[in-house]
């Protein structure tokens, strides 16, 4: 095969080969994008006064672990309209 012959087959080829490419990514880049856009989930440690803890955050608290669905710097034991308790503190403590 000449290399023009190689070169026209190969610029026949790449719109085909990029719309093929296009078509299989496209599920997985609107999943990423759904993805993106949901909280972080990050554990903050303990609970502090003065922290502001934000939405997909995770802290602990009296034994018990919370997640923060609310922007909030209130004690989580405290305000259960900000946190969502994820893990209550066992028997043992």
Same mark, same amino acid.
């Given at each position: 095969?000449?290399?023009?012959?190689?070169e026209?087959?190969?610029?026949?080829?790449?719109p085909?080969?990029?719309?093929?490419?296009?078509?299989?990514?496209a599920?997985?880049?609107?999943?990423?994008? +759904?993805?993106?856009?949901?909280?972080?989930f990050?554990?903050?440690?303990?609970?502090?006064?003065?922290?502001?803890? +934000?939405?997909?955050?995770?802290?602990?608290?009296?034994?018990?672990?919370?997640?923060?669905?609310?922007?909030?710097?209130?004690?989580?034991?405290?305000?259960?309209?900000?946190y969502?308790?994820?893990?209550?503190?066992?028997?043992?403590?």
């Amino acid at each position: 095969m000449k290399p023009s012959e190689i070169e026209s087959m190969t610029k026949a080829l790449a719109p085909i080969l990029n719309d093929f490419v296009e078509k299989k990514l496209a599920p997985i880049v609107k999943r990423l994008d +759904e993805l993106s856009g949901r909280p972080a989930f990050a554990y903050r440690g303990t609970w502090q006064a003065g922290n502001t803890y +934000e939405p997909g955050q995770f802290v602990s608290d009296k034994g018990c672990l919370w997640y923060v669905k609310h922007p909030s710097s209130a004690r989580p034991s405290e305000s259960h309209d900000s946190y969502q308790l994820a893990v209550k503190m066992g028997n043992g403590g």
